[in-house]
């Protein structure tokens, strides 16, 4: 009889063996399935979170790690060059970058957005200033990103960019107040200021600088939300958040590079020439400006890869930042969770193993006098170990389809019971309803603990069912090792005699 219709006849046959070896794979696969579920679930969210958040990074002054040396008596700073900014934008894994100067300006005349205009509440104390953001890239990185969105008008030029031409890109709530349009000529009143020892500000001196507007903008990014939940707190403090942001993106101007450079040499000299006595702490060296470079990958994938290859380039204190990161800083539950189904698979599969050989092994010792009879007459050892292998693949292909649907359902169950126990929500929970910052160059987002979380979901993918019956059946196999070699030593001679 041939050797493929044995094992079909055994498997039928000696049914209470294999219900039982049944059994076995089909407890032991529904924990592996649980486990990958969970570990497969966790990476989803991680990816599809990162991919929301965008594939942007930026390199900056790494104050937390660095405190010692900005505080030592001999620490002088190192800015980046132009040419190490470009040098880091011709990476492989860069679509495209802008690098920014920015500054801050105080006026007396122009109006800026105040967080009254966000909330009827009047405690707030505002300021009179804008920040002005730089571009070297004619298209405005804020506006590729649709972190603005240009209302009216248009970007800068080429020519704008190269040239510094004085044109300026305004909020449309800036332009509203001030009763500005497209097309218009501004006035920046600057004012400089000096605190006296009595702890008043006094105006020292006032630069008039004419800009043209050629564009208006939206904030797209940052919205006002509903409060959720029951926690009336936590989610009026969201909104208090997301007004001051809202503010702080409506008082931001761009301008070319170039013209907020020229801005801020003579705004300097104006100040040396007013307040000599502060000369020693400032500058007029276009080499000791700081640019915040912002890179945009083709992909958020590549993040990590570009942090590898740009960090060893870059100079002492700096360091490499991503939009990315903000995930990181707060998907705590999901990394254990992910680790802790990491740990589940390993133990299950090694469980497995050892099981699944000793219970196939013990099979085979009492079936050794059918196994010699095989060999006695004339039949091959690779025929016999081919029979076990095709009854296990049988047996143990049931038992994983089965083990698949509940173990999808255990895995549900499971990790719902873990993110809900103190283990890993004491943490969170002190985290969450708190927004994070990325840096004006990374952009701002809203993202929450408990964005997290319900973005989590157990739920039948085509990576899990793969990833899990390659497992379940690689398993298997491995298992059937040991038997295969308590085969290969049987003498038919002494079996039968």
Do not use: C
Not at 145 to 165: A, L, R, V
Not at 309 to 314: F, H, I, N
Not at 379 to 403: C, F
């Amino acid at each position: 009889m041939n050797f493929v219709k044995r094992a079909l006849y055994s498997v039928t046959r000696r049914k209470g063996k294999s219900i039982l070896l049944f059994a076995v794979i089909f407890i032991l696969g529904n924990v592996i399935a649980g486990a990958i579920a969970i570990q497969q679930s966790t990476q989803n969210v991680e990816k599809n979170i990162k991919k929301e958040l965008g594939g942007l990074a930026s390199i900056e002054i790494d104050y937390e790690n660095n405190q010692d040396a900005f505080m030592s008596e001999d620490f002088k700073m190192e800015f980046l060059s132009e040419d190490l900014i470009k040098q880091v934008g011709e990476s492989p894994y860069v679509k495209y970058y802008d690098y920014n100067i920015t500054s801050w300006i105080e006026t007396k005349t122009l109006k800026a957005a105040t967080m009254e205009d966000f909330s009827n509440d009047e405690s707030y104390i505002t300021s009179q200033g804008f920040n002005i953001k730089g571009s070297n890239l004619p298209g405005i990185l804020d506006a590729e990103e649709k972190i603005i969105n240009i209302t009216e008008g248009k970007t800068f030029t080429q020519e704008d960019i190269t040239k510094g031409n004085n044109v300026v890109v305004i909020s449309s709530k800036v332009a509203e107040k001030n009763g500005l349009s497209v097309g218009d000529q501004m006035i920046i009143d600057q004012i400089g200021t000096q605190y006296t020892e009595e702890g008043t500000m006094n105006e020292v001196f006032k630069i008039d600088i004419p800009v043209e507007i050629i564009g208006i903008f939206e904030p797209t990014t940052v919205e006002l939300e509903e409060n959720k939940g029951n926690d009336g707190s936590t989610a009026a403090a969201s909104d208090s958040e997301n007004q001051y942001l809202s503010m702080e993106k409506m008082n931001t101007m761009y301008m070319p590079n170039k013209t907020v450079l020229e801005m801020n040499k003579t705004y300097t000299e104006k100040y040396i020439e007013k307040v000599p006595e502060e000369a020693e702490f400032l500058t007029t060296n276009e080499d000791e400006y700081y640019y915040t470079p912002v890179y945009v990958m083709n992909n958020a994938d590549e993040v990590e890869a570009f942090k590898e290859e740009t960090q060893p380039l870059l100079p002492e204190l700096y360091t490499v930042r991503a939009s990315t990161d903000q995930y990181d800083q707060i998907a705590g539950s999901m990394g254990s969770l992910s680790k802790i189904s990491g740990y589940v698979v390993t133990i299950a599969v090694a469980a497995a193993l050892l099981i699944i050989s000793l219970v196939v092994l013990l099979f085979m010792r009492d079936r050794k006098h059918e196994l010699g009879i095989y060999l006695s007459l004339g039949d091959k050892r690779g025929h016999v170990m081919g029979q076990i292998i095709i009854e296990m693949v049988i047996i143990s292909g049931i038992a994983l389809i089965l083990s698949l649907l509940t173990g999808n359902f255990l895995g549900k169950v499971v990790s719902d019971a873990l993110l809900n126990s103190d283990m890993l929500s004491t943490a969170d929970t002190m985290m969450d309803g708190m927004v994070y910052y990325g840096g004006d160059s990374l952009g701002t987002t809203n993202l929450t603990n408990t964005d997290v979380m319900n973005s989590y979901k157990v739920e039948f993918s085509l990576g899990y069912i793969v990833t899990y019956l390659v497992v379940g059946m690689t398993t298997t196999l491995l298992s059937a090792v040991i038997p295969l070699l308590y085969i290969l030593r049987l003498d038919p001679k002494k079996i039968m005699m």
